[in-house]
């Protein structure tokens, strides 16, 4: 078999991100009453693809929490969580130019479904970036936690709210999560802290070690890595902040 170009295995990775969130997105995950099947099945496929091992917890039946675990180097260590949610709000499908759940995409590639930017997309990009790491040889430092919870739409009283409190999350081993942003057409991404306190921030390239605060130094170099990355690719940005963070905190 001819060996693939650097280049082509990136387009092959691109391709399988877009189809991965395409699938994901067809899932109709939606309230009320959600059933969370689909979803657990396509993570469980998602998972046995990065060769990780997948939990899945029914905290509260039919409310089933989702946990991909990448083991890193020194698992002793406090690990990393990166956190979505599966279900999505409900659809008004005559308001629809496409079916929310077709995950129709145009010829400039715009994929239309509802859940894309709330917040499906994050929850590839997530696997995405590590499945690229993977790809690379990457090894963590830290333990990183992909988790999908359900039912986030109705305040997360059945989902992350019972999770939290149990020892199964307790043995996560948690120091720094994210979650939940703002989807973004461009290569600008607004960062937040807390429910959607923006916290701007431009950087150049060797102004970062001035600041103090290590979050603050994290997302700086992530940003820092953002702008140098040059070319927009979906699923392709998280690889820097996971090893950053990994490596950093
Ligand atoms: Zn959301």
């Known amino acids: 078999m001819s060996s693939l170009s650097a280049d082509q295995k990136q387009a092959a990775l691109e391709t399988q991100a877009v189809n991965n969130l395409r699938e994901y997105l067809q899932i109709p995950s939606v309230h009320p009453n959600v059933n969370y099947d689909g979803c657990v099945k396509f993570l469980e496929k998602q998972a046995k693809s990065l060769g990780l091992p997948i939990q899945v917890h029914e905290i509260v039946k039919g409310k089933p929490v989702v946990i991909i675990s990448w083991v890193g180097r020194e698992p002793s260590l406090p690990s990393i969580m990166l956190n979505s949610h ?9 308001k629809w130019t ?4 077709s995950a129709h995409m145009d010829e400039q590639g715009n994929i239309y479904a509802r859940g894309a930017q ?13 499945r690229w790491l993977m790809s690379k040889g990457v090894t963590l430092r830290r333990t990183l936690h992909v988790t999908f919870v359900p039912d986030e739409e109705i305040g997360g009283k059945d989902g992350m709210a019972v999770f939290v409190k149990t020892n199964l999350f307790k043995n996560l081993n948690v120091c720094f999560a994210l979650d939940e942003g ?4 461009t290569d600008v991404f607004a960062l937040y802290y807390g429910e959607r306190s923006i916290w701007r921030k431009s950087t150049t390239s060797n102004m970062f070690l001035h600041d103090a605060d290590l979050f603050s130094l994290s997302i700086t170099i992530v940003q820092y890595h953002l702008l140098e990355s ?12 996971i090893t950053l963070f990994s490596e950093l905190l």
């Open 230 to 241: 040059g070319k927009r690719k979906l699923g392709f940005y998280l690889k820097y902040l």
């Open 86 to 94: 599966m279900d999505v709000v409900p659809v008004f499908e005559d």
């Open 182 to 185: 703002m989807a973004s057409e």
């Open 118 to 130: 709330d917040m499906k997309s994050v929850g590839i990009q997530y696997l995405e970036a590590i």
């Open 98 to 101: 496409y079916k929310p759940f």
